[in-house]
């Protein structure tokens, strides 16, 4: 469309959030869609065109923070350890004053555990209708997201973390990306693009049963337990969701 008006996007508009922009759209002309599709009187008078657009901005604004819900995941895979030394001067001590003390006085040790196992695990939508028609393929709204994830890792100090695209089909092992907590940011990035990854279907149910079976170190059912966060944009039959194990359901 802004093309077609004679006002191609630039660079500049392909790094702006696109609901910012669109917000800004509308407050800017106002006043022109105040005067669209409005009748001035008479019965069954209709809205202006600026009331249809905060109507439908309405029904698709998110009732969830999902920052705020997706950080208390993560916070609760940070499990910080606790140990305690006793001074060995303090046991066997003949000393009057440290003796009656030798057995409650302790050094408290903290400590971040460490797995060998994936503690998160992204699995990515990659069929055609996630990323739409967009000129860069979703990349930059997809960044955008995992940036703030990935920030969000940090502070929860998640140990290590894996990631792969799912469509219909067989997952391959070796296209599923692991990195730490010492990775850095850019490799991270570079590290999770599309790369001749298979597409198509969505079939959310299916991938997430075989993610679940592959076992360590992409996934632990338990101790730890991996966290699994399924990018999608929904468009799967969950009818089969009842066919699933108990465990996975």
């Known amino acids: 469309m802004a093309e077609r008006a ?7 508009d392909m790094t702006e959030d696109p609901e910012q922009k669109a917000r800004n ?16 009187h008479g019965k069954g008078a209709g809205k202006c065109m600026s009331d249809v657009l905060d109507h439908i901005d309405s029904l ?34 003949d000393n009057p004053v440290l003796r009656p ?7 408290e040790i903290t400590f971040d555990e460490k797995t060998a196992v994936a503690q998160v695990f992204y699995l990515i939508d990659n069929s055609g209708s996630m990323y739409g028609q967009s000129r860069d393929g979703g990349k930059t709204v997809f960044m955008q997201i995992f940036s703030d994830i990935l920030h969000m890792q940090k502070r929860a100090k998640i140990q ?9 089909g067989e997952i391959d092992k ?32 299916g991938s997430i049963n075989q993610i679940y ?30 066919d699933l194990p108990s465990v996975i359901r």
Not at 174 to 180: L, N, P, Q, S
């Open 160 to 168: 290590k973390s894996a990631l792969t695209y799912f469509s219909y």
């Open 101 to 107: 003390s030798r057995y409650i006085k302790y050094n």
């Open 213 to 242: 079976n592959m076992g360590k170190p992409y996934y632990s059912k338990n101790d730890p337990k991996t966290l699994m966060i399924v990018m999608t944009d929904g468009e799967d039959n969950l009818s089969i969701v009842k």
């Open 6 to 12: 004679g006002q191609p996007y630039d660079a500049d």
């Open 25 to 40: 759209f509308v407050n800017n002309n106002r006043d022109a869609l105040n005067k669209i599709g409005k009748k001035s």
């Open 60 to 93: 698709f604004k998110s009732t969830v923070n999902w920052k705020n819900q997706l950080q208390a995941f993560l916070n609760g895979l940070a499990k910080t350890g606790r140990d305690y030394e006793f001074q060995r001067r303090r046991i066997g001590t």
């Open 174 to 205: 070796r296209k599923i990306r692991m990195w730490d907590h010492k990775t850095p940011e850019s490799r991270i990035k570079t590290l999770i693009g599309r790369n001749k990854d298979d597409s198509g279907g969505t079939d959310i149910c």
